[in-house]
């Protein structure tokens, strides 16, 4: 049994959830849910970032104090993992008296271990990015990532000696798969390489945030205390158990690239810094662009993922996040492929392979599934490698190949019905034999897609199971050919997906 503690990204509270953000939460689901299935002691962890100068601003416009206005958005950030379905066992709030409490104790940790000082940090800050600016950072004068110039300030700030963890990072990415994929690690390095500057882990003249504990007059840098999210939750998330001793460092964090100086080259320092292990594991996924279009509220494209599930579900948008766009690149999805998805691959592939298994079972053979497994068939051949084949690419974080692995099977099932024509067999009493066997592998080899499908599309699994009178149990030794025991009872089973007329919210 391994322990595999995942995260997401806290997000900002300063507007509503969008499909962007439901991409990571949805990935980081899946791999929680198939390491349940594998036995292993897992931890999954998602949340909410409060303590940001965008947020304050918002609040601001509105007229609410910020704590106010972050207590009125975090209901729609906390309805994002329950409508995705997402099996989190722990949702953080950065306002957490309990993660205020951490942050300052690991504060002082930085501070009394001699990686802190004081200094003037006289540059430029992007409000929209949360982050210190040089000019090499920007395009035309601008922030590349949000088209605006940023903001110059001038304040006296505590300093993390960033600039004193170069090799002890570079000795970090020796490690093959510290970063992942290859390509960000090389990013990440190379910035190490090209020198590290020490940053400002506090601002001045700001009340909203956590107060420093040396200086209450500041407040910390809104990265200081929200990386420590990650080390935070853990202490509190069940009450009475302190969760560090189990999960720590058998972290994955999932990320957008956007973010990756701070999770891969700051936060390892940080926690070096303060005396803990650096994360097992950094996975840096793309962008889910719609249309070709960075998905944001300015463009006018900042699909409410809630929206898509009101019209198709959460499993549909869970397999359409994860199929569009093969995750760790970047690609561009578009509403149209979710409808296009949902008819041909999950209605077509998966939904009429299941009414027409159930509805031959019940046809031919008044729901009785007699036990004829054929070991040397096509769907055993298919079936047999499936476990070990989508667990080594979900131990890789490749949630899209290992989707595809799963789908093939799906593929091999159809041509099964096509290529044995159980219509033909029926009609033929001497093939009596061969029909059952061929009902049996059908029924089986969706049972077992089932069961291998159930981290990405949980509620349809179970419908598959529940049709074909298999038991709910989903764990992992079952994903394997010929488990199917003599059945009864098996009913055509209605469409798993039903038409959608309206295709886009
Ligand atoms: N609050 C910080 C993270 C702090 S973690 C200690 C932040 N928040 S955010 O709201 O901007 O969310 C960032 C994350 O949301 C990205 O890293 C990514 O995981 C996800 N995404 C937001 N838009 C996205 C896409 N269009 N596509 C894919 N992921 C996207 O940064």
């Not at 590349?144 to 505590?158: G, V």
């Amino acid at each position: 049994m391994e322990r595999f503690y995942i995260t997401t990204p806290i997000y900002y509270v300063n507007s509503t959830p969008h499909i962007g953000h439901a991409y990571t939460t949805i990935a980081a689901d899946i791999l929680a849910r198939h390491r349940r299935q594998r036995g292993d002691d897992t931890f999954f962890l998602t949340g909410v970032d409060e303590h940001a100068a965008k947020v304050a601003r918002v609040a601001a416009e509105q007229g609410l104090t910020p704590q106010a206005y972050a207590d009125g958005i975090v209901v729609a950030w906390r309805e994002l993992p329950e409508r995705l379905n997402a099996s989190n066992d722990f949702f953080i709030r950065t306002s957490d008296a309990e993660h205020k409490r951490f942050v300052q104790g690991f504060l002082q940790r930085l501070y009394d271990n001699g990686h802190v000082y004081q200094d003037v940090y006289a540059g430029l800050y992007c409000v929209g990015c949360e982050a210190f600016k040089t000019e090499a950072d920007l395009v035309d004068g601008k922030c590349p990532e949000h088209d605006r110039e940023p903001e110059w300030i001038e304040e006296r700030n505590w300093f993390f000696r960033l600039s004193s963890f170069g090799p002890q990072l570079l000795e970090l990415f020796e490690r093959a798969d510290f970063v992942q994929p290859g390509f960000r690690a090389n990013e990440a390095r190379s910035f190490v390489e090209g020198g590290l500057q020490d940053f400002s882990i506090s601002r001045a003249g700001q009340t909203w945030g956590i107060p420093i504990p040396w200086d209450p007059e500041s407040v910390a840098y809104v990265w200081a205390d929200a990386l420590v999210n990650y080390l935070s939750a853990l202490t509190y998330a069940r009450p009475g158990e302190d969760l560090l001793e189990t999960f720590w460092p058998s972290v994955r964090h999932l990320l957008g690239k956007d973010i990756l100086r701070f999770h891969c080259v700051y936060w390892p320092a940080m926690l070096l810094a303060a005396g803990y292990d650096p994360p097992r594991q950094l996975f840096v996924h793309g962008w889910l662009l719609l249309d070709d279009r960075k998905i944001s509220k300015s463009l006018g494209n900042a699909v409410d993922p809630l929206d898509l599930i009101d019209v198709y579900g959460a499993d549909p948008v869970r397999f359409w996040c994860v199929r569009a766009v093969s995750f760790g690149q970047d690609g561009a999805a578009s509403l149209a492929g979710i409808h296009e998805r949902y008819e041909r691959e999950l209605g077509n592939d998966l939904g009429n392979l299941l009414s027409r298994t159930t509805a031959m079972v019940a046809r031919y053979r008044e729901g009785h599934l007699r036990a004829a497994p054929s070991p040397a068939g096509s769907v055993a051949a298919a079936v047999a490698p499936l476990a070990l084949d989508v667990g080594e690419r979900l131990d890789r974080f490749d949630v899209t190949g290992a989707l595809e692995r799963i789908w093939e099977v799906v593929r091999v099932l159809n041509r099964e019905v096509e290529a044995t024509a159980p219509w033909q067999l029926a009609k033929d009493e001497a093939r009596a034999g061969e029909l059952d066997r061929v009902l049996y592998d059908l029924v089986d080899g969706l049972r077992a897609v089932a069961i291998a499908l159930s981290a990405y599309v949980p509620k349809t699994a179970a419908a598959i199971l529940a049709a074909l009178r298999q038991p709910a149990a989903v764990d992992w030794s079952l994903v394997a050919y010929g488990l199917t025991e003599e059945t009864e009872a098996i009913a055509a089973a209605p469409p798993l997906f039903p038409r959608i007329e309206a295709p886009v919210p």
